[in-house]
């Protein structure tokens, strides 16, 4: 289960992140820190609780860390986006 580096927030199933290039709205910890939307990766997630912005991987204990695998549609979609 994810939780806050900083201050141990634990995020809920319902919190949404925006992505900053498109305007999307997603869970970051369903897609794995992948906009859906337009492909984007990211490396760091911000904290609605405390602000802090932390890489990842750092939301998750080294023994429950979970890559969400990217559906094949998914890797479709980034093939389009980034022209292959």
């Known amino acids: 289960m994810p939780k806050c580096p900083e201050c141990?927030?634990?995020p809920t199933v319902e919190k949404d992140w925006e992505?900053?290039?498109c305007g999307a709205i997603f869970n970051t910890f369903k897609t794995g820190?992948?906009?859906p939307s337009?492909?984007?990766?990211?490396?760091?997630?911000?904290?609605p609780e405390c602000?802090?912005?932390?890489?990842y991987e750092e939301w998750f204990d080294d023994d429950d860390f979970l890559f969400?695998?990217?559906s094949s549609?998914?890797?479709?979609?980034?093939?389009l986006l980034k022209g292959q």
């Open 33 to 35: 820190a992948i906009c």
């Open 19 to 21: 992505c900053h290039k």
């Open 38 to 47: 337009c492909g984007v990766i990211y490396k760091k997630t911000q904290c």
């Open 8 to 10: 141990n927030w634990v």
């Open 68 to 70: 969400t695998p990217i």
């Open 73 to 79: 549609s998914q890797k479709e979609d980034m093939n």
């Open 51 to 55: 602000d802090g912005c932390f890489p």
